[in-house]
């Protein structure tokens, strides 16, 4: 699949609609330019809105975002916490309700989350919660959030040692991509997303998994047609699941592959590795159970370990055992009724849900990830 097939199929506007909400849209851009017309479109005209940001994100966006939603929203109030994981919390959300409350919101003002993961998790679940419920925008600066956690409604904040453990089902009224912010992410925070991407290929589409490794270097350079064919083509992947699944009773927790492990991963680890790094190991392990069953075969499982390797992502770590792991694994919340719901896959781009993966199976793909 070349460049001129991805120019044909990007789609700069992708609506979701999912069942008892309103629908929204998926706009991908590339600048802040057409964020006042979107928000007037929406409604946000003369009303408030809280931009929610971390100090890093807030560095580099808050002032040119600001300059755009100042053209759409009567008044603007920010808030702005520090970057990372550990602040991912009900006390960050706290702060949040206290600067909603001190601006006077009521339930037609509206949040607005500018960054990565985190951001949109948190500000989404404020949003979720603040007076029962006040509308949100999604302004996802980081390619994770941009393809994946930016999209569908899920909210929340880490509990305790718990990843996401408190949260609620909200959707965005808008979803606002600039892929140009794309040119200050990070290397390490760019290979997180890729984790996510390979994640979409593997599991729905082996096609476009395909066009990932043929496109790497493209992808790598972040060259704007390769950004802008491959966000759109998450973005219909995800719109597609969640819109058969909005709340995870079913297929939308194939978007959970690599996920099993890799949660485990992240926590034992700190959050030292991101979450698509995490992401990647656990595709390792699900990838070699896989192939262990008979359902992919040597080639595509080393195909599918390499490719992490060619995205700058890992195919080991130390410091953990696979007996902590399994143990964490077990702690998940992705756990039903005390069975793990292990993701697999068929074949290359078909991802399903296996409830009867043992110890011993677990065990076995972990250890071959281990570098101690
Ligand atoms: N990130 C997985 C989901 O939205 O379900």
Not at 8 to 19: E, H, L, M, Y
Not at 99 to 127: E, M, P, Q, S, W
Not at 271 to 284: D, I, P, R, Y
Not at 309 to 324: A, R
Request: hydrophobic share 40%; glycine share 10%; net charge negative.
């Amino acid at each position: 699949m070349g460049k001129a097939r991805a120019k044909q199929t990007a789609s700069d506007r992708i609506t979701v609609q999912t069942a008892g909400n309103e629908s929204y849209d998926i706009c991908l851009q590339t600048s802040f330019e057409g964020l006042a017309e979107e928000l007037s479109r929406i409604g946000c005209e003369g009303r408030r809105i809280c931009i929610a940001a971390d100090e890093t994100v807030a560095e580099l966006y808050l002032e040119a975002v600001s300059q755009e939603v100042k053209k759409s929203c009567s008044e603007i109030v920010t808030y702005v916490f520090p970057a990372g994981e550990q602040h991912k919390t009900l006390a960050t959300v706290q702060g949040l309700y206290e600067t909603l409350i001190r601006a006077g919101f009521d339930r037609k003002d509206y949040l607005l989350a500018l960054g990565g993961g985190v951001t949109g998790d948190l500000t989404g679940y404020a949003a979720a919660t603040y007076l029962r419920g006040i509308r949100f925008i999604q302004v996802p600066t980081t390619l994770l959030a941009q393809i994946d956690s930016s999209i569908g409604g899920k909210t929340g904040v880490d509990f305790d040692q718990y990843k996401n453990m408190v949260g609620a089902f909200h959707q965005p009224s808008l979803v606002y991509i600039n892929i140009h912010v794309l040119q200050t992410l990070p290397e390490e925070q760019f290979a997180s997303g890729m984790g996510e991407l390979l994640k979409y290929g593997l599991s729905f589409d082996d096609e476009f998994y395909g066009w990932a490794i043929e496109h790497m270097g493209d992808i790598e350079e972040r060259e704007e047609q390769a950004l802008l064919y491959m966000i759109a083509k998450c973005c219909q992947l995800k719109k597609y699941i969640v819109e058969k699944d909005p709340t995870e009773k079913g297929d939308r927790a194939l978007l959970n592959f690599g996920h099993t492990i890799g949660h485990a991963i992240e926590k034992l680890k700190n959050f030292e590795l991101t979450h698509g790094a995490c992401v990647a190991l656990g595709t390792v392990a699900a990838a070699y159970i896989s192939w262990q069953r008979g359902m992919l075969d040597e080639d595509e499982f080393y195909e599918i370990r390499d490719m992490n390797v060619g995205f700058g992502l890992p195919i080991s770590f130390d410091g953990i055992t696979e007996d902590q792991i399994l143990q964490t694994t077990k702690s998940d919340k992705k756990m039903d009724a005390g069975k793990i719901r292990f993701i697999l896959l068929k074949k290359l781009g078909k991802a399903f849900i296996a409830e009867d993966v043992t110890d011993a199976e677990i065990l076995e793909a972990i250890r071959t990830m281990k570098a101690d």
